[in-house]
């Protein structure tokens, strides 16, 4: 089946007029012949809109009772009989009654268009959930009622209906909007001028989205590359260097004067991974980007010309900013042109901007650190560069007359190769000089000369020089290349394990010093923060660490106050990795702080929601006795009231219940008291279960049905206070009885533990509440309050557990509740004496 198509109407405030121009759309519709229903329209009482509605069929609205009210809302199912060709839903982000097959009109919308039928909505610009918290920012109103941005840019049209905020204001106040009583509180609060304005321009922002999303999805089915420029986009290309961040800045003026005009901030890097480009510089800049409003990319291109106008015509950008060259204005002569002058050759109808800044025109300096090579290698390749020369020559020379200069040069050459293959640039350019010099002297004619008589042995020699420095750069730069790449492959590991720390759990301080050292080959590595009295160690890796900065070889700043020292040499190229780690570190300490303030927290936190509950919970229940209890001494001190004997005694038995009811509350209070704070007296001893539910049932006062007991025979004595035991099996057969008719109560042993099974056929409760009925004071707020605060259970199990014991709740088979207290078995003890407890009922 087709699916059906949504258009919606877009408001910046109630009372633009977007339900009006709905019904319009709808009765032209209509006009054409066009099969419209209205599922449902709310006219507010506006008499011009429930004008629009004559002659439009409309399905009469679902009857609802909610809370004792009669409502009404969109009969859906008669709707989708009806199935016309047009419905209009008014409202598209209200809340269905609760009963309704779906929560939300949006949700009755989906519906609809999946059964092929077209739908005309509408909706305010407060109730998207993109922004709705800015909305009540503005107005201070929060929208409870919203609907998914994804809803309404899915819509196959949204026109905006528009009014300036003077107009709404007007409109408001000749009734049209609200009731005359309500107009004055209207204008002063939400219709505030500056409200509207506000609303207003981010109902235009909206639908420019939605308008330039559909600008580039038409783009692109039409394989359309050229820049259209119905809206400024503003590209700041980000080379990683120091200017960046003006370029950013530069660009962001750009496109705000532009209106409404989009930032965009892209960096080019090489695909082998090999690039110049300061991942700090470029964190920087991103967040930069990012806090102006805009977006920032990153691509992999090793031509960043094409890669970069690609990227920008692939967004529609019309501007592009770039930064100066930082070439040197004699590097710009004799080198190739720069990225600038080429992406200027090729960027066709877009704008672009060079813009000047402060490292323009330094150059770019060459990387400081101990090259390509090891020393050793260096100091070798000088070493062959003088040695290997000169002994080349002394074999040559007895043979001299059986090769030509040719073949001479060609060996000379072999051998720059080999020095440049051992200690790189430096010395194979050496042995070429040096090499040149033997060759003109011993084997260029006039020979023991340095004059060169045939123009072929000159050039020769020339082309000989060139080559030999030309291959010992290339081998330069492959050796440099590759230690650049296998270094750049152990900093992503190292840097890759310390991004998986904290999701590994391994992120502690002690395992991240150990990895920061051993990653670095260092001696020792400490955490150092500043207090008042001077430098404290907060953690150490590594054997006689630095306790202060000046005792340390290298110093890496971690935040303010706090620092890395470290003991052992750190490389120029392993700064970055130094300062990742002392950033991560930082963050570490901060993390474990925050945890032992959170774990110091938590116990104050839960006694002060004890202390709360607490107060909430015994209001009630403390002044029921205490009130009781002083009616009646009232009652009994009242001269002028003549009681009889019969009605002092039930004055005095009703004070005496009070009283018992208030000692006893006091009592669990105490006790439970007790518990948290370990002082309530436990005294075990082998104790026979039978006589402790024997005291239990005496205590307990049964109505209705009675209690059953089964205890098995030969059952061995438990280990347990028996006060203490025959109280709690009192409080469970007491709950048992509130909510059940019937009790069961059986006791076993299972291997080395003693079991109590209180069971009720009650109603039971979830089992994701089983833990919750063991929390203080949980019976508060429920609607059976007037019984007790809910210390019962609370205390039941903390008086079991003090005793070594469990008590767990299960599920009775057939429905109820199954409370299972478990106790050791008192080591050697006999089985306990019938007492004929087994038939007994309470």
């Known amino acids: 089946m087709k699916r059906g198509r949504l258009r919606v109407y877009l408001g910046a405030a109630p009372g633009v007029g977007k339900t009006y121009a709905m019904l319009g759309e709808a009765r032209r519709r209509a006009e054409r012949g066009t099969d419209v229903v209205v599922g449902i329209v709310e006219t507010h009482g506006r008499a011009h809109t429930a004008a629009m509605l004559d002659g439009l069929e409309v399905v009469p609205r679902q009857p609802m009772s909610y809370r004792g009210a009669d409502l009404e809302e969109m009969d859906l199912d008669a709707l989708l009989r009806r199935r016309p060709a047009v419905a209009l839903v008014d409202e598209l982000a209200h809340t269905n009654v609760p009963g309704c097959r779906n929560e939300k009109r949006w949700q009755d919308v989906r519906e609809l268009l999946d059964a092929g039928i077209d739908v005309i909505s509408t909706v305010n610009i407060q109730h998207l959930e993109s922004v709705n918290d800015v909305v009540e920012k503005i107005t201070g109103v929060p929208q409870r009622e919203t609907v998914p941005d994804s809803v309404v840019r899915a819509a196959d049209q949204v026109e905006l209906i528009d009014m300036s905020a003077e107009a709404l204001r007007r409109r408001l106040a000749h009734g049209n909007v609200y009731a005359s009583d309500k107009v004055d509180a209207a204008l002063s609060n939400y219709f505030r001028e500056g409200n509207l304005t506000a609303l207003r321009e981010l109902a235009l922002l909206w639908v420019a989205d939605k308008v330039d999303d559909a600008l580039q999805g038409y783009r692109r089915r039409h394989d359309i590359t050229g820049t259209w420029e119905a809206r400024e986009r503003v590209l700041v290309a980000l080379t990683g260097g120091p200017e960046g961040e003006q370029l950013v800045r530069r660009a962001a003026r750009i496109a705000a004067r532009s209106g409404a005009g989009d930032l965009l901030a892209l960096h080019v890097g090489r695909s082998d991974g090999l690039t110049g480009a300061d991942p700090t510089h470029l964190t920087h800049q991103q967040q930069l980007v990012e806090s102006l409003g805009g977006t920032f990319h990153q691509l992999l291109g090793d031509d960043v010309p094409e890669t970069l106008l690609s990227f920008a015509r692939a967004e529609n950008a019309t501007q592009l900013v770039l930064g100066d060259s930082r070439r040197s204005r004699w590097a710009s002569y004799v080198s190739p042109p720069g990225i600038g002058a080429r992406t200027i050759r090729a960027a066709g109808d877009i704008d672009v901007h060079i813009v000047s800044h402060t490292h323009a025109g330094q150059g770019r300096r060459l990387p400081v650190g101990r090259g390509a090579l090891s020393l050793r290698r260096r100091v070798r390749g000088y070493v062959l560069a003088v040695l290997l020369p000169a002994l080349l020559t002394l074999a040559l020379l007895p043979i001299d007359h059986a090769l030509n200069l040719v073949s001479d040069v060609l060996l000379f050459l072999l051998l720059v190769v080999a020095v440049a293959l051992v200690g790189g640039v430096g010395p194979a350019i050496l042995a070429a000089l040096l090499g040149s010099f033997l060759l003109n002297f011993f084997f260029t004619a006039p020979v023991h000369t340095l004059t060169i008589a045939s123009t072929n042995n000159a050039l020769a020699l020339l082309v000989y020089l060139l080559v030999a420095v030309m291959v010992s750069s290339v081998v330069d730069l492959a050796a440099r290349r590759t230690r650049q790449a296998a270094r750049a492959v152990a900093e992503s590991h190292v840097l890759a394990s310390l991004a998986a720390a904290p999701l590994t759990g391994s992120g502690d301080l002690a395992g991240l010093l150990e990895r920061f050292r051993q990653s670095l080959s260092l001696g020792s590595v400490a ?218 109560v059986t006791a076993s042993a299972v291997l080395d533990r003693v079991e109590v099974r209180v069971v009720d056929s009650g109603p039971g409760i979830p089992s994701a509440d089983y833990e919750r009925v063991f929390q203080p004071f949980q019976r508060l707020g429920d609607h059976d309050n007037s019984t007790g605060v809910g210390l019962g259970l609370a205390l039941a199990r903390g008086l079991v557990e003090a005793m070594g014991g469990t008590l767990e709740p299960e599920e009775t088979p057939g429905g109820g509740l199954t409370m299972v207290i478990s106790l050791p078995v008192a080591d050697g003890d006999p089985a306990g004496p019938d007492l004929g407890i087994r038939e007994r009922v309470g």
């Not at 935040?559 to 040499?569: F, I, K, M, S």
């Open 527 to 744: 955490f150092l923060e500043k207090q008042p009295g001077g430098w404290q160690v907060i953690g150490t890796a590594g054997p006689d660490p630095a306790a202060t900065p000046e005792a340390a070889d290298t110093v890496v700043p971690a935040g303010e106050g706090t620092a890395l020292v470290l003991r052992g040499r750190l490389a120029p190229e392993d700064t970055r990795v130094a300062d990742a780690f002392a950033a991560r570190t930082s963050q570490a300490v901060h993390q474990i702080r925050l945890a032992e303030e959170a774990a110091q927290a938590a116990p104050l936190a839960e006694a002060n929601k004890v202390r709360t509950a607490l107060l909430a919970a015994v209001g009630h229940d403390l002044r029921t006795p205490l009130a009781a209890a002083k009616a009646v001494v009232s009652g009994l001190r009242a001269e002028d009231v003549a009681l009889t004997e019969e009605d002092r005694r039930e004055l005095l038995r009703t004070a005496d219940e009070a009283l018992d009811h208030l000692a006893a509350l006091v009592d669990s209070l105490l006790d439970l008291s007790r518990l948290q704070a370990g002082a309530l007296p436990v005294h075990l001893a082998p104790s026979y279960v039978e006589d402790v539910l024997a005291g239990a049932l005496d205590d307990v006062s049964v109505a209705g049905a009675g209690v059953r007991v089964d205890v098995a025979e030969g059952l061995p004595s438990a280990l347990a206070d028996a006060a203490l035991l025959e109280r709690v099996v009192v409080n469970l057969l007491t709950n048992a009885q509130r909510y059940a008719g019937s009790t069961l």
